[in-house]
């Protein structure tokens, strides 16, 4: 397949409860998509059944062979009970890349180390992860998706948790990896002004409303779309 993800007439939902759908959607390499709609639109749901973590209800959802993905979860969604080091978090990742029954290597400890040097968290690898503030715990996720070297980094809303500056580092740093490794790039967010400013593709999403647009941002943030999805009037200057 040309596509590295491939959604054809797909339902989703959970327990084979149809919530949204048939969707179809294409993700090529090196694209950067963005994901909008309120809280509880289907964003995560849809995000999910594209890592293979919820099936599909129905349809098909194809993906290129051997693909890694690097998932990044909400900071405050990732259990902090068991004190962990920040290394430790790290190197959960890399544990795509390693066989069964198989201890890291040398090598993949210099993936490790690498992927806290690329995302500022170095000095902080043997502080326990419950002990970061919100800015720092999303890099210490952001080290660990990307410590497996994956193809494909899935964003769910990385900077719910943190103030404006620390969004703008976090989503400087997500697009200097990007750049670096060549990464295709899925982000989940409810932040118009965020996503249009780095995504080049645009899905918006709402089950409550039966509302699925995808495509690049001329063609989905038009001014009936922000209109009809988000109640902006024309020329709001959003691209």
Do not use: C
């Amino acid at each position: 397949m040309t596509n590295l993800i491939e959604l054809e007439d797909v339902t989703i939902g959970y327990e084979n409860k149809g919530m949204l759908g048939p969707l179809n959607l294409a993700i090529e390499k090196g694209q950067f998509w963005g994901v909008l709609g309120p809280n509880g639109s289907g964003k995560s749901t849809l995000l999910k059944t594209v890592l293979g973590l919820l099936p599909a209800v129905s349809g098909s959802v194809k993906t290129s062979d051997s693909i890694v993905f690097g998932y990044v979860p909400q900071s405050e969604k990732f259990d902090p009970i068991f004190p962990v080091s920040v290394r430790e978090i790290v190197s959960m990742g890399r544990y795509v890349r390693v066989r069964a029954g198989k201890n890291l290597s040398a090598s993949d400890m210099e993936h490790i180390t690498g992927s806290l040097e690329k995302t500022g968290t170095l000095h902080l690898k043997d502080r326990t992860f419950r002990s970061l503030s919100g800015g720092e715990k999303q890099r210490a996720l952001l080290a660990r998706a990307i410590s497996g070297e994956p193809d494909v980094l899935v964003l769910d809303e990385p900077t719910a948790s943190i103030d404006i500056k620390g969004e703008a580092q976090i989503m400087e740093l997500v697009g200097n990896i990007r750049s670096d490794d060549g990464l295709t790039v899925l982000m989940v967010s409810h932040f118009l002004n965020t996503v249009t400013r780095y995504a080049d593709r645009i899905i918006l999403i709402d089950k409550d409303t039966g509302y699925f647009k995808a495509g690049g941002k001329p063609e989905v943030l038009t001014d009936h779309n922000l209109s009809t999805f988000f109640g902006l009037g024309a020329g709001s200057g959003i691209i």
